[in-house]
């Protein structure tokens, strides 16, 4: 029998409804984004985990602390076993019961009569981060409330402790939250190197290398703060949660472990911006799995099964405007598209734009013409698009980087969560339309911050060059930033060329709003996303902007796309690669029409023994989160330089498309006004 677990109870406090769909016996589509996972192993949360074990023991592999059966009767045995031993007792993963509430905690030190359990998080602390806030008010002088960024993680170590402290009624237990210390430096090199992450399927394993010991890991990165009151406040004080009524921690605990072990749904008092990444989503509907989604929206919205297909509030692009268009949208029971109008989004004193080009009250009036009438054919404004042509110097220079920010530093004298620039790509194309992959960057040295050598060679592709520099997004803009400030720390005898690197730096960027530093750019780069809202809208892409999904939009709007790359002409002398060596087709029905999907697997062409040896990594590099994790696996140790060459070969691949993405982009916008 399944039992109540803690990550139960915070799947229910983002929306009660949640608990029957994750239910796998339920047999409903579960489509928690893949990319998601590799973020999250790329961060780091699993590491975090194995190096928080060297806060309480030397070395606690040789200690044998970890418990790692999974069985419920097997872990709380191991657990009492362990615990029988006396003295002090420090356990990983022991195992508690209570009723029908069950917790693995990630760590437990038990002494005499005290028991401290230790929640890890690879989240990132500063000492400006507040557990529970003053309310500001007047009227709720001395109130306090949970701080909304920290609450999941809150509620999770409070009912952690709850099950810990009603099983043990003797004990005092007392509640421990262990974060990544943003102002902690660490002092050896290649830190995160020791943890090596290996996944099986949905499972992940860490691998720490042999030999390690607290002492051998110098400053360990990790700040660890007592939550007592806090759990406290969250025992004594109504929880938010969407059903109706007040509910309080125990009573809600224990109603929602009842209707779970008797896997009875429960509704949700409402719909909301949840709805709109709720993960138990069947896109097929009504065939196939189960649709926890459309279920919620028939019977919550009262919809009828036919119109639950058609388009909902969810789809509509609510960036640039107010927060609130959903949340209104669901106010008034417009849950259908075509039920909403500009009253929901109103101008307010803003002038309408200029001509054919978009704002986001336009853009959202086109979606919903256009979704009312199912029409495809895209939005385009023919002398906006035109006046930029005219106006934007060719040639034209897109770049996109390729970024990470790790819990555990790579790097001696860094800190946790710094930004990462390891990657770029570079395609040129001049003013007739003539491209080619001029460039790019890879560093895949182990223990090298490849930082400023990241902006060295982006320096010397850009600096000075006429014509406009493309990014899609801030991405560029903000990383850019962060590798100035970091850069401010350092002296001129650590980076010689620190002043010329800042100097390029205010030269392409816009300083952001944390940079002590203000400036003008002379050549700022041109956000081509921001080009895109303006001027282009398709139904394919709904209400993303993501050139993920503006990139195949752009290939069903274009012919003149479709017709030339579904031709083997890239890496070809008209439109020369760095890294496919023969020629290339972008466009294939097979894939989709998607490019992306046509990116060779990592381990094309391997022999079937290595294959074997490169079980449990990564094999498909097509999104960001696998480009992180890639990054991280050129920085272990034990690869061999066969096995670092297919990662290095499937990062150059990705980051030439995510640029030459954006040249199709430019091209299919240029073939429209007749400039080519
Ligand atoms: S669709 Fe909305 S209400 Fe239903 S489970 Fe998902 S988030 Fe909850």
Same mark, same amino acid.
């Given at each position: 029998?399944?039992l109540?677990?803690k990550?139960?109870?915070?799947?229910? @406090?983002?929306c009660?409804?949640? +608990?029957?769909?994750?239910?796998?016996?339920?047999?409903?589509?579960?489509?928690?984004?893949?990319?998601?996972?590799?973020?999250?192993?790329?961060?780091?949360?699993?590491?975090?985990?194995?190096?928080?074990?060297? /806060?309480?023991?030397?070395?606690?592999?040789?200690?044998?602390?970890?418990?790692?059966?999974?069985? *419920?009767?097997?872990?709380?045995?191991?657990?009492?076993?362990?615990?029988?031993?006396?003295?002090?007792?420090?356990?990983?993963?022991?195992?508690?019961? *209570?009723?029908?509430?069950?917790?693995?905690? =990630?760590?437990?030190?038990?002494?005499?009569?005290?028991?401290?359990?230790?929640?890890?998080?690879?989240?990132?602390?500063?000492?400006?981060?507040?557990?529970?806030?003053?309310? !500001?008010?007047?009227v709720?002088?001395?109130?306090?409330?949970?701080?909304?960024?920290w609450?999941?993680?809150?509620?999770?170590?409070?009912?952690?402790?709850?099950?810990?402290?009603?099983?043990?009624?003797?004990?005092?237990?007392?509640?421990?939250?262990? +974060?990544?210390?943003?102002?902690?430096?660490?002092?050896?090199?290649?830190?995160?190197?020791?943890?090596?992450?290996?996944?099986?399927?949905?499972?992940?394993?860490?691998?720490?290398?042999?030999?390690?010991?607290?002492?051998?890991?110098?400053?360990?990165?990790?700040?660890?703060?007592?939550?007592?009151?806090?759990?406290?406040?969250?025992?004594?004080?109504?929880?938010?949660?969407?059903?109706?009524?007040?509910?309080?921690f125990?009573?809600?605990?224990?109603?929602?472990?009842?209707k779970?072990?008797?896997?009875?749904?429960?509704?949700?008092?409402?719909?909301?911006?949840?709805?709109?990444?709720?993960?138990?989503?069947?896109?097929?509907?009504?065939?196939?799995?189960?649709?926890?989604?459309?279920?919620?929206?028939?019977?919550?919205?009262?919809?009828?099964?036919?119109?639950?297909?058609?388009?909902l509030?969810?789809?509509?692009w609510?960036?640039? $405007?107010?927060?609130?268009?959903?949340?209104?949208?669901?106010?008034?029971e !417009?849950?259908?598209?075509?039920?909403?109008?500009?009253?929901?989004?109103?101008?307010?004193?803003?002038?309408?734009?200029?001509?054919?080009?978009?704002? $986001?009250?336009? !853009?959202?009036?086109?979606?919903?013409?256009?979704?009312?009438?199912?029409?495809?054919?895209?939005?385009?404004?023919?002398?906006?698009?035109? =006046? @930029?042509?005219?106006?934007l110097?060719?040639?034209?220079?897109?770049?996109?980087?390729?970024?990470?920010?790790?819990?555990?530093?790579?790097?001696?004298?860094?800190?946790? &969560?710094?930004?990462?620039?390891?990657? &770029?790509?570079?395609?040129?194309?001049?003013?007739?339309?003539?491209?080619?992959?001029?460039?790019? &960057?890879?560093?895949?040295?182990?223990?090298?911050?490849?930082n400023? =050598?990241?902006?060295?060679? /982006?320096?010397?592709?850009?600096?000075?060059?006429?014509?406009?520099?493309?990014? *899609?997004?801030?991405?560029?803009?903000? *990383?850019?930033?962060h590798?100035?400030?970091?850069?401010i720390?350092?002296?001129?005898?650590?980076?010689?060329?620190?002043?010329? +690197?800042?100097?390029f730096?205010?030269?392409?960027?816009?300083?952001?709003?944390?940079?002590? =530093?203000t400036?003008?750019?002379?050549?700022?780069?041109?956000?081509?996303?921001?080009?895109? /809202?303006?001027h282009?809208?398709?139904?394919?892409?709904?209400?993303?902007?993501?050139?993920?999904?503006?990139?195949?939009?752009?290939?069903?709007?274009?012919?003149?796309?479709?017709?030339?790359?579904?031709?083997?002409?890239?890496?070809?002398?008209?439109?020369?690669?760095?890294?496919?060596?023969?020629?290339?087709?972008?466009?294939?029905?097979?894939?989709?029409?998607?490019?992306?999907?046509?990116?060779?697997?990592?381990?094309?062409?391997?022999?079937?023994e290595?294959?074997?040896?490169?079980?449990?990594?990564?094999?498909?590099?097509?999104?960001?989160?696998?480009?992180?994790?890639? &990054?991280?696996?050129?920085?272990?140790?034990?690869?061999?330089?066969?096995?670092?060459?297919?990662?290095?070969?499937?990062? @150059?691949?990705?980051?030439?498309?995510?640029?030459?993405?954006?040249?199709?982009?430019?091209?299919?916008? $240029?073939?429209?006004?007749?400039?080519?």
């Amino acid at each position: 029998m399944a039992l109540f677990t803690k990550s139960r109870f915070k799947l229910a @406090l983002s929306c009660p409804t949640k +608990l029957y769909y994750s239910t796998s016996s339920n047999n409903y589509k579960d489509t928690s984004a893949d990319d998601e996972f590799l973020k999250a192993l790329a961060e780091g949360g699993y590491q975090v985990g194995e190096l928080a074990k060297y /806060l309480f023991t030397q070395d606690p592999i040789a200690e044998n602390i970890s418990i790692d059966v999974l069985g *419920y009767d097997e872990s709380l045995a191991a657990t009492a076993i362990k615990r029988a031993a006396g003295g002090r007792v420090v356990i990983a993963e022991p195992a508690f019961r *209570y009723n029908d509430l069950f917790v693995r905690v =990630d760590v437990l030190v038990e002494e005499n009569n005290c028991i401290d359990i230790y929640e890890v998080k690879a989240k990132s602390w500063s000492p400006n981060d507040v557990f529970l806030k003053a309310a !500001r008010k007047k009227v709720d002088q001395g109130k306090y409330t949970i701080s909304s960024k920290w609450s999941p993680y809150l509620y999770d170590i409070a009912f952690q402790k709850y099950v810990v402290q009603q099983a043990n009624p003797t004990k005092k237990v007392r509640a421990h939250i262990v +974060l990544a210390n943003k102002t902690s430096t660490v002092t050896i090199d290649g830190l995160n190197q020791l943890f090596k992450i290996k996944r099986n399927g949905t499972r992940v394993q860490i691998e720490v290398q042999p030999g390690v010991t607290q002492q051998s890991l110098g400053t360990i990165p990790l700040k660890t703060i007592n939550v007592d009151d806090v759990c406290e406040w969250i025992f004594q004080n109504p929880v938010a949660i969407d059903l109706p009524g007040v509910w309080m921690f125990e009573p809600l605990v224990n109603y929602l472990s009842e209707k779970f072990i008797a896997n009875e749904k429960i509704w949700s008092s409402c719909l909301g911006s949840k709805c709109k990444k709720c993960p138990y989503i069947n896109k097929e509907y009504p065939n196939g799995a189960g649709s926890g989604f459309h279920e919620c929206w028939q019977q919550l919205a009262r919809l009828s099964s036919t119109e639950v297909t058609q388009p909902l509030i969810t789809e509509l692009w609510c960036g640039n $405007g107010p927060k609130t268009i959903l949340k209104e949208a669901i106010s008034q029971e !417009r849950y259908l598209l075509r039920y909403v109008d500009e009253t929901l989004y109103p101008r307010g004193e803003n002038p309408p734009p200029y001509g054919d080009t978009l704002d $986001g009250c336009e !853009r959202r009036n086109v979606q919903i013409e256009k979704s009312n009438n199912q029409n495809f054919t895209p939005y385009i404004d023919i002398p906006g698009l035109t =006046d @930029l042509f005219n106006t934007l110097p060719a040639p034209y220079h897109f770049i996109d980087f390729e970024t990470t920010m790790v819990a555990l530093p790579f790097h001696a004298g860094r800190q946790p &969560y710094e930004a990462i620039a390891f990657q &770029y790509s570079y395609h040129l194309m001049d003013a007739q339309g003539n491209i080619e992959h001029k460039n790019q &960057y890879l560093n895949f040295e182990q223990n090298e911050f490849p930082n400023y =050598d990241f902006v060295r060679h /982006l320096q010397a592709d850009l600096s000075g060059k006429p014509g406009t520099i493309f990014r *899609y997004h801030q991405h560029e803009n903000t *990383y850019l930033n962060h590798i100035y400030k970091q850069l401010i720390s350092e002296t001129a005898s650590s980076v010689p060329d620190k002043e010329s +690197l800042m100097e390029f730096i205010r030269e392409i960027s816009r300083p952001t709003t944390d940079n002590p =530093d203000t400036w003008e750019p002379s050549n700022n780069m041109v956000d081509l996303y921001d080009l895109v /809202l303006d001027h282009y809208y398709s139904l394919y892409a709904k209400g993303s902007n993501s050139i993920k999904d503006i990139l195949p939009a752009v290939i069903k709007s274009s012919a003149y796309l479709r017709t030339k790359y579904s031709e083997p002409v890239y890496a070809t002398a008209s439109i020369p690669s760095l890294n496919f060596t023969t020629p290339h087709t972008w466009i294939q029905a097979s894939k989709g029409l998607n490019p992306y999907k046509t990116l060779p697997n990592i381990f094309e062409g391997v022999d079937i023994e290595e294959m074997a040896e490169m079980e449990g990594f990564l094999s498909e590099l097509d999104n960001g989160g696998a480009a992180m994790m890639a &990054y991280a696996y050129l920085q272990f140790t034990d690869m061999t330089n066969t096995q670092r060459a297919y990662y290095k070969n499937g990062l @150059l691949r990705y980051c030439e498309l995510d640029t030459m993405a954006m040249v199709m982009i430019w091209e299919y916008w $240029g073939r429209e006004i007749g400039r080519w």
